[in-house]
């Protein structure tokens, strides 16, 4: 049987949850022997890769970038899996949407006291109205709740998702694993 390809991807967020990833210490390399990391911020790679088993997605979608990006995720991957209270609730980024996106850059960008105020255009994707969590956007297949999910949290989890032995879930053995 050939290794569980693992994905990680960070949409809109601090990257709180990929330093949660990262605290695992010396357990990630346990994870790296069993499977193969083959998309992450913490790897080089550029393109996400086709046949993924399972990707951990932290962060909101505020962006068409974002949604396009949680698609091809989604389409590419067996399992999806919302890391962290962004990805599960829209938490922090969300908490311009009672506002709006144009109204919360006019505050901070134009309103707030700077010596030039202006709203930044160049080289950024145009804001959706709310940032939302990825459930709104496409099937999640687990929530992993916290702001970040503990080291110990996510550990176990992919722990038991790589050992075939989390309960309830099933992976999706389409590709392989």
């Given at each position: ?67 396009a990006r949680l698609r091809l995720a989604r389409q590419r991957s067996g399992l999806l899996i919302a890391m962290g209270d962004c990805a599960v609730t829209g ?87």
């Amino acid at each position: 049987m050939s290794k569980l390809r693992l994905a990680t991807l960070w949409l809109d967020g601090c990257s709180g949850c990929h330093m949660s990833l990262l605290d695992t210490d010396e357990r990630l390399l346990e994870l790296a022997a069993r499977a193969d990391i083959v998309y992450s911020p913490l790897v080089d790679a550029k393109q996400f890769p086709e046949r993924v088993d399972v990707v951990c997605i932290e962060g909101a979608v505020s962006t068409g970038e974002d949604e396009a990006r949680l698609r091809l995720a989604r389409q590419r991957s067996g399992l999806l899996i919302a890391m962290g209270d962004c990805a599960v609730t829209g938490n922090v980024p969300a908490m311009r949407n009672p506002l709006g996106a144009e109204a919360m850059l006019q505050a901070v960008y134009r309103e707030s006291p700077v010596l030039a105020p202006q709203i930044p255009t160049e080289d950024l994707p145009r804001l959706h109205d709310h940032a939302l969590p990825l459930h709104r956007f496409v099937p999640v297949d687990l929530f992993i709740p916290g702001c970040p999910p503990a080291a110990g949290t996510l550990f176990a989890a992919l722990d038991a998702l790589i050992a075939g032995t989390a309960d309830g879930l099933r992976l999706d053995t389409r590709f392989g694993a």
